[in-house]
C-alpha cells in the first residue's frame, strides 16, 4: 500500500495519484473541485 506524508507541501497531484478515492471525496466537500474531474486518471 502507498502512503504520504500529507503537509502544507503535498500537492494535490500528489495525492489524487496515491489516493484515487479523493478525487470523489473532493468532489462532495466543495464543488469548486469540480476541475478535477477532468484531470487525466493515470
Given at each position: 500500500?502507498?502512503?504520504?506524508?500529507?503537509?502544507?507541501?503535498?500537492?494535490?497531484?500528489?495525492?489524487?495519484?496515491?489516493?484515487?478515492?479523493?478525487?470523489?471525496?473532493?468532489?462532495?466537500?466543495?464543488?469548486?473541485?469540480k476541475?478535477?474531474?477532468?484531470?487525466?486518471?493515470?
Amino acid at each position: 500500500m502507498n502512503t504520504i506524508k500529507i503537509n502544507t507541501k503535498t500537492k494535490l497531484s500528489e495525492l489524487i495519484k496515491t489516493y484515487p478515492q479523493v478525487r470523489s471525496r473532493f468532489l462532495e466537500v466543495n464543488p469548486k473541485f469540480k476541475i478535477l474531474s477532468s484531470w487525466r486518471k493515470s
